[in-house]
């Protein structure tokens, strides 16, 4: 069970069908378009959504409004201080603000970026560097259904064929992604760390880590790499940043905090250079963007989300999910990680192609019957699209991610999730497919429209 009990309670929108379908409509099908009152189990991200404790409320309360050397802030360097042993910690309002200061000092335009799979923010920000973003996950990630513990994990001789390629000195950087977002959220190993980090140094290419859920991962070494399972969470996630250059983290994750990240970093020369950017773009070293009672509740939050009982807990919850949606008949992505379960859109909904956005459509059913907001993971996220919104290739999987905010919901409202996908898969067949009508040029699942579309009517 929880290790907290809840003080403060906000209530849920409860809707009608036809007050979702109108919303829906009016949204042009996309779930970023809805209102938070129109939604009664947001599962969209679990992203800044996440319950503060007492004793973040209590942090925000001291919070140092001082523009510089607030007291606010070296409470939250010296708990970063310990967590990741960087010299240089630079705050940042979010995670992609750490991306494209990191990119902006370090990539050169022509040049590659390798990640076990880089994140949709992190892509784009790659790309508007003017660089290329490869992933190389490991060959077990393909596998959705298999139990490969580690499919987080990057291909260590794929990367060790692209270090020495004719194209070697143009990678600027490697990026670990811990959990994989992209890639199902699944755990990086510490092995592939290591190794990771060893083939990084022999080729004197930098390792960062993008730690965004960096306890979640700790926490899945501990259950599933025997050498770590008497190391507490907070010792995994100190060696393996211990183990990389540097790292972007995205706080409102891990954090357990509605904004803010940071940007640890080794090098002196690689800090000033950001630090200037810093400076220019988000904020004096010493708040970053951030408001002193958010460092504050941030160094609460981080000395929090390591704790194994809250871990364990959490982790618990997404597989009681997870074991409900597997006995509607519905597959997931396995093995089950922690911030999120996948459902495997394409598999449920066969009458559906690709190019009628399977993910996509099985969202807007989980909305309609359910009021349940969830994100698509298939070819509108990830697939190639033309000018007219004709998909051209397809994603590898069709998927829907239902990310699981932190210490929001209870039991209860998973049990609600888990009966609302059981009745969808009673009678898959009655999804019908969807069509883009608008699409922009980057990060098209955010600001596309689409419309239902019949999926036996000629493209
Ligand atoms: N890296 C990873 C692995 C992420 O999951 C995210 C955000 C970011 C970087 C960017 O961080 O949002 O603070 O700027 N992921 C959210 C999600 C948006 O829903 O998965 P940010």
Not at 118 to 127: C, L
Not at 308 to 337: C, F, K, M, N, S
Request: glycine share 8%; with cysteine; hydrophobic share 40%.
């Amino acid at each position: 069970m929880e290790a907290y009990r809840i003080k403060v309670v906000e209530p849920i929108p409860i809707t009608g069908r036809d007050q979702r379908e109108e919303a829906l409509a009016r949204a042009g099908y996309n779930m970023f378009n809805l209102r938070s009152g129109e939604v009664t189990i947001d599962l969209l991200t679990d992203s800044g959504t996440g319950a503060l404790s007492v004793a973040q409320q209590a942090a925000a309360a001291i919070g140092d409004e001082t523009y510089a050397g607030s007291t606010s802030f070296y409470r939250f360097h010296d708990v970063i201080t310990d967590l990741t042993s960087y010299p240089h910690i630079l705050p940042v309002h979010q995670g992609r603000a750490a991306e494209r200061i990191l990119f902006s000092a370090l990539l050169e335009p022509g040049h590659i970026v390798i990640s076990n799979t880089h994140f949709d923010t992190t892509r784009a920000n790659v790309q508007l560097a003017g660089c290329e973003a490869r992933d190389l996950p490991c060959p077990e990630a393909k596998d959705i259904d298999g139990p490969y513990p580690f499919k987080g994990n990057i291909d260590l001789a794929a990367l060790e064929e692209a270090l020495k390629s004719p194209d070697a000195d143009k990678v600027d950087l490697v990026i670990m992604t811990i959990t994989n977002n992209g890639g199902g959220g699944q755990p990086v190993s510490m092995a592939n760390l290591k190794a990771t980090a060893a083939l990084c140094r022999r080729h004197g290419v930098p390792m960062f880590l993008d730690a965004a859920r960096f306890a979640e991962n700790a926490w899945l070494v501990t259950q599933r790499e025997a050498e770590y399972k008497n190391n507490t969470p907070r010792e995994i996630a100190q060696a393996a940043f211990e183990l990389a250059d540097g790292c972007m983290a995205s706080l409102k994750k891990d954090g357990i905090s509605h904004m803010g990240g940071f940007l640890g970093i080794r090098d002196d020369d690689l800090a000033n250079r950001c630090l200037n950017l810093l400076t220019a773009t988000e904020g004096f070293r010493t708040y970053g963007g951030l408001a002193g009672r958010d460092l504050d509740m941030l160094a609460q939050g981080l000395a929090e989300v390591t704790d194994p009982r809250y871990l364990r807990a959490r982790a618990e919850a997404t597989a009681h999910l997870a074991e409900l949606v597997t006995l509607a008949g519905v597959d997931i992505v396995q093995p089950v990680g922690i911030h999120a379960i996948y459902l495997n859109a394409g598999r449920l909904l066969p009458h559906v192609p690709p190019e009628r956005f399977p993910g996509h459509a099985l969202s807007c059913a989980l909305y309609l019957e359910g009021g349940i907001r969830t994100v698509e993971m298939g070819s509108l996220f990830a697939g190639e699209v033309d000018e007219q919104g004709r998909l051209v290739t397809p994603a590898a999987h069709e998927l829907v991610r239902l990310a699981i905010p932190r210490r929001v919901y209870t039991k209860s409202h998973l049990e609600y999730v888990g009966q609302v996908i059981a009745d969808i898969a009673k009678y898959p067949e009655r999804v019908p497919g969807y069509r883009v009508i608008e699409s922009p040029p980057i990060l098209r699942h955010f600001n596309a429209r689409l419309e239902p579309f019949s999926t036996s009517a000629p493209l």
